[in-house]
Nanobody, 126 residues
Framework: QVQLVESGGGLVQTGDSLRLSCAAS????????MGWFRQAPGKERDFVAA????????YYADSVKGRFTISRDNAKNTVYLQMNSLKPEDTAVYYC???????????????????WGQGTQVTVSS
C-alpha cells in the first residue's frame, strides 16, 4: 500500500506556471506507475499525465501536451507535474494516483489506479 500527498496548488494568472508535487510513503515507490488527474466542478475526473515506474515513458492528454511535464524522483519518492502557460480551463482539483508497475490496463482511466491523494486546488484567473 502507498499513501500519496499532493502539494503546490494555488491561485495564479493566465500564462503563469506551477509545479505540483506528490509525495509517496509506504511501499517502494518504484513499484508504482504514477498518474495525474484533474476534476473541475460538475465534471468527471480526467486524465492529465502518466509516467512509468522508471520515468522512461510519459503520456499526456492532448489538452496539456507541450505545456505540462510529468517527472519523478524515485530517490525522493516524489512525482511532479510542471505546469506552464496555464489557462483558465486548467482550473481544477489535481490528484495524483498510483498503480502497480505490472498492471497493463490503460493508464487513461481512474479505475485503473489503486491509490489516490487528497487533491490540490489549482485556480487560473483570466
Amino acid at each position: 500500500q502507498v499513501q500519496l500527498v499532493e502539494s503546490g496548488g494555488g491561485l495564479v494568472q493566465t500564462g503563469d506556471s506551477l509545479r505540483l508535487s506528490c509525495a509517496a510513503s509506504g511501499r517502494t515507490f518504484s513499484s508504482y506507475a504514477m498518474g495525474w488527474f484533474r476534476q473541475a466542478p460538475g465534471k468527471e475526473r480526467d486524465f492529465v499525465a502518466a509516467i512509468n515506474w522508471s520515468g522512461d515513458n510519459t503520456y499526456y492528454a492532448d489538452s496539456v501536451k507541450g505545456r505540462f511535464t510529468i517527472s519523478r524522483d524515485n530517490a525522493k519518492n516524489t512525482v511532479y507535474l510542471q505546469m506552464n502557460s496555464l489557462k483558465p480551463e486548467d482550473t481544477a482539483v489535481y490528484y495524483c494516483a498510483a498503480r502497480s508497475r505490472y498492471f497493463s490496463n490503460s493508464y487513461l482511466y481512474p479505475l485503473n489506479y489503486a491509490y489516490w491523494g487528497q487533491g490540490t486546488q489549482v485556480t487560473v484567473s483570466s
